[in-house]
């Protein structure tokens, strides 16, 4: 036999990677945008302006990057402004934001639930409760649907 | 008050009326077409059309040659024509398609007819004479996922096609051997067969689960699975506007006057939308203000009793929804009326409902904007 049959390493083939009929995503043009400057954030969170410091995150969350490290750190620094919030400031913070920047949110939020640290499940969920009054199930079937992952 | 009919407790795939909408064809989530004629008050069965051999995924039937063409996801369509006995004769139609047809629709003038399937592509189909059969031309680039929803410009040449690779496009369905040659329109003047006349895309993902021409053919405008409605005016330079929406997301959708569009979807429940060139805005929830207004203190005594009638519990854990279908609506058509001007429109849902809603109730209510 000429054949090397002994090796099963054909069995580790992708095989949909070959298939003709595969979905290649659209080539976006990468951003080079990294995300808002955490000094930066820190500082407008150390004058109190919690909303500020929202919105600069919002603005300049880096939707286009390819680069997993980029998004994780960005997810963390939100997730630091999300928390310092009071219970009471998130409503008048959420009627504040227009409709691309609550979509925006409630993907920060869903990714906030992946990283629990002391407390933060219930002020995120409070977070949730507000932003799903104004946004609807809408805003969350975006959150699963947007191409732009964050 | 909207009228309610019941077909039993499976799903209503899709459905289509006849040119009087004295007959009804619908299918009930299997490989059957079910042929209804209303008489005395009722819709009493008149024909099964059981050719398909899997489900059945669309059905649209020709209101002047009265013929009925049906696609199911046995990658087949049959054309069906009433014989003088009463009985519907099926024409097998080659799609030379390898994966399910999804979608199919008549075209105005009833020369052809285009199906979209999973093979991402959609076959355009017209008879040919000296053979006596359906032929059928692909429309493949650049589909690149399964084509979900198809519409027809009024000109007969253009066609409008939603797919799940996120995007709206606009073809040239121009076959020589049927067509005229057409006349310049918003969207292009060359119209080859299968020229991409325009691409879409809303910016963000979500499949395109509905798609429709207006009236005029100007605008086009699709649902996404993203909670979205959008509009596209070929009349003022192919300008794309987008309403993202606070509920579940749309599934089907129709013109109904020149700048109205009906909507349904996951959330059960029809809505009118206005597109004014700028923006795109709620301005009904067909389902509202009658179901509403009888939602009084009185109701909970009655329910309770109903409920311990049926199901012999004292609990009001209803699982009714307060809305006429009883789960998500499946397809809207234009019952009575054109997408210029449509009085009434009938949804199927998957609660084994057609219901048909009277549009002309908006207008007393004061809010017409068109």
């Known amino acids: 036999m000429a054949k090397n049959t002994g090796s099963s390493a054909f069995r580790r083939v992708d095989v949909d990677q070959f298939s003709e009929e595969k979905y290649e995503e659209e080539a976006v043009a990468e951003d080079e945008a990294n995300g808002p400057n955490e000094t930066d954030i820190q500082r407008i969170l150390n004058e109190g302006r919690n909303f500020d410091a929202l919105l600069h995150a919002l603005n300049t969350a880096p939707l286009s990057t390819k680069n997993q490290l980029v998004k994780e750190r960005v997810v963390q620094t939100v997730l630091k402004v999300l928390l310092t919030f009071k219970s009471n400031e998130i409503d008048v913070a959420v009627k504040s934001l227009d409709q691309p920047q609550l979509d925006l949110l409630m993907k920060y939020i869903y990714r906030g639930f992946e990283y629990p640290s002391d407390g933060s499940s219930a002020q995120l969920l409070t977070w949730h409760e507000k932003v799903f009054s104004v946004g609807g199930l809408g805003c969350i079937i975006r959150v699963l649907t947007d191409r732009k992952r964050v | 008050m909207p009228d309610t009919f019941s077909f039993g407790i499976d799903p209503l795939t899709c459905h289509a009326w006849n040119h009087d909408h004295s007959q009804l064809a619908l299918s009930p989530n299997n490989h059957e077409v079910h042929v209804y004629k209303w008489s005395d008050g009722k819709w009493k069965l008149s024909d099964v059309l059981a050719e398909h051999v899997q489900r059945v995924t669309g059905i649209d039937w020709a209101p002047k040659s009265n013929r009925i063409v049906t696609c199911g996801v046995d990658r087949n369509a049959y054309v069906w024509t009433l014989q003088p006995d009463g009985k519907w004769k099926p024409a097998l139609v080659i799609l030379r398609i390898n994966r399910a047809a999804t979608c199919v629709k008549w075209s105005p003038l009833e020369t052809k007819f285009a199906v979209g399937s999973g093979a991402r592509l959609i076959s355009v189909c017209y008879f040919e004479q000296e053979n006596d059969w359906w032929v059928s031309k692909h429309i493949k680039k650049p589909i690149r996922s399964t084509v979900t929803c198809i519409d027809w410009h009024p000109n007969n040449i253009l066609l409008a096609c939603g797919s799940s690779d996120f995007k709206a496009r606009v073809f040239s369905a121009y076959i020589k051997e049927v067509d005229e040659k057409p006349n310049a329109t918003s969207w292009g003047s060359k119209m ?174 004061g809010s017409n904007s068109a």
């Open chain 2, 192 to 365: 080859p067969f299968g020229n991409l006349m325009a691409e879409f895309s809303n910016g963000s993902g979500g499949w395109v689960h509905g798609i429709s021409f207006s009236a005029s053919g100007e605008k086009v405008a699709w649902v996404g699975h993203d909670s979205s409605i959008s509009v596209v005016n070929a009349a003022d330079g192919s300008k794309l506007t987008t309403l993202k929406t606070d509920s579940l997301p749309f599934v089907t959708l129709t013109w109904i006057k020149e700048n109205n569009i009906v909507v349904a979807g996951y959330d059960c429940s029809p809505a009118v939308f206005s597109y004014d060139g700028e923006n795109v805005v709620l301005i009904a929830r067909l389902d509202d203000s009658e179901t509403k207004q009888q939602q009084g203190s009185k109701f909970s005594a009655m329910k309770h009793f109903r409920s311990l009638d049926n199901r012999a519990t004292v609990e009001s854990n209803d699982t009714t929804l307060e809305t006429v279908h009883q789960n998500t609506v499946t397809q809207v058509t234009i019952y009575a009326g054109t997408k210029a001007n449509c009085t009434k429109c009938s949804t199927s849902g998957i609660d084994g409902q057609l219901v048909i809603w009277d549009l002309r109730s908006l207008e007393n209510s």
